[in-house]
Nanobody
């Protein structure tokens, strides 16, 4: 079982990035998938969630209207499209797959830096 994130990098304020999270060993559509981010010294923050059945999305207040989470069942991958990036979006972004309290997985994280 593995989650592999990619797509992080350095971008200027106002720019865009798309993060990918590809799963192996399980099927993402059967899990609640989410993106989280963390800055050193702070708690991990929930950014976006996509539900397992309907694929509905929920966003944190700090990213609402700027970020869009989606799922590609054929590629067993979820994405986080990040637009209008701000310096305060700088963080390590993690993908999480949740099935139950005993069955959930985290990716290794990908760094996003927003700086001019």
């Amino acid at each position: 079982v593995q989650l592999v994130e990619s797509g992080g990098g350095v971008v200027q304020p106002g720019g865009s990035l798309r993060l990918s999270c590809t799963a192996s060993g399980f099927t993402v559509r059967n899990y609640v998938m989410s993106w989280h981010r963390q800055v050193p010294g702070k708690e991990r923050e929930l950014v976006a969630t996509i539900t397992r059945s309907s694929g509905s999305t929920i966003y944190g207040d700090s990213v609402k209207g700027r970020f869009n989470m989606s799922r590609d069942n054929a590629k067993n991958t979820v994405y986080l499209q990040m637009n209008s990036l701000k310096p305060e979006d700088t963080a390590v972004y993690y993908c999480r797959a949740y099935f139950s309290i005993v069955t959930n997985y985290w990716g290794q994280g990908t760094q996003v830096t927003v700086s001019s």
